[in-house]
């Protein structure tokens, strides 16, 4: 079995998911500033390894993906940032792109750079540790906006055929990859509101329709949702799935929100921040295996 294929496989393993630690500096600065603290160096290192030092990383954790200042950095103990997170037995990973620019000639349109050069920095990032990548295979709707839950599934499903149909003119070897999609929601400024049950089964027809089946399985981005919804519809999707495809997690704020709203109240309660990380990446592994309960959100 190709390198790759193990790489996939071992991240999505058990229940477990990824750990999205990508945020730019400046998306970073906006969480941050969120909470009140203040974006430096310094703080974005002592929260992020934090997170990577805490107890769920063992058991809930697959992968986990950095951005390029965080790759760079060393741990109070003085071990490099990757190395913390493989000796919990998650697989680092890393965002490849450099972000988004105005399309030339377009007022809204935007483009994504980092192709270029993009095979020495990879070089780079695998000497640091660096076992998988994020970027292609991301395709995003927005909640943000009017657009109603049945306009997200067209354009997710659209979205999403039109990627795998350039993969496969780019012979990208799918069984080496696992997409990132958002799940069918309304609009946040539509009105509409559908139950956990049509999340899941309009996300499930979509991902059904359109995504080859030796793609090795799905992990969602939470995409602002808030952490228990993000929570509740993953469960949902697993108690119907009824695809080849495995379905996990790979969430952003709907895995930090809590911890950072905690750590921020005092930064040196290390201990006190990892128990709500903890508890946060457990409700979110038994969503990946159709085993969380409200009750159980609760329990803490
Ligand atoms: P959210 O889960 O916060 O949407 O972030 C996921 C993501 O795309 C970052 O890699």
Redesign the pocket.
Known sequence: MSELYKIANKILQNGKGIL?A??STGTMKKRLDSVNVESNEKNRLIFRETLFSSNSMKECIGGV?LYDETIRQNTSQNKSIPELISQSGAVPGI?VDTGAKILAGSKEEKITEGLDGLRERLKDYYQLGARFT?WIV?P?VLMDGKHSAKDCFNKTSEVIKRCYDELDINKVDLKGTIL?PNMILPGTDSNETISNNEVAEMTLESLKNNVPSEVPGVAF????QTEVE?TNNLNQINIKNDSSFIMTY??????QQSALKFWSKDVNNIKGTQEVFDHRAKMCTLAAQGKWSESLENSK
Not at 221 to 224: A, I, K, N
Not at 250 to 255: D, F, M, N, V
Request: cysteine-free; hydrophobic content about 30%.
């Open positions: 999205a990508d945020e993906i965002k994020k991301e995003e990132k981005l939470s995409g602002g993000a790979s969430y952003g704020r709907a895995l």
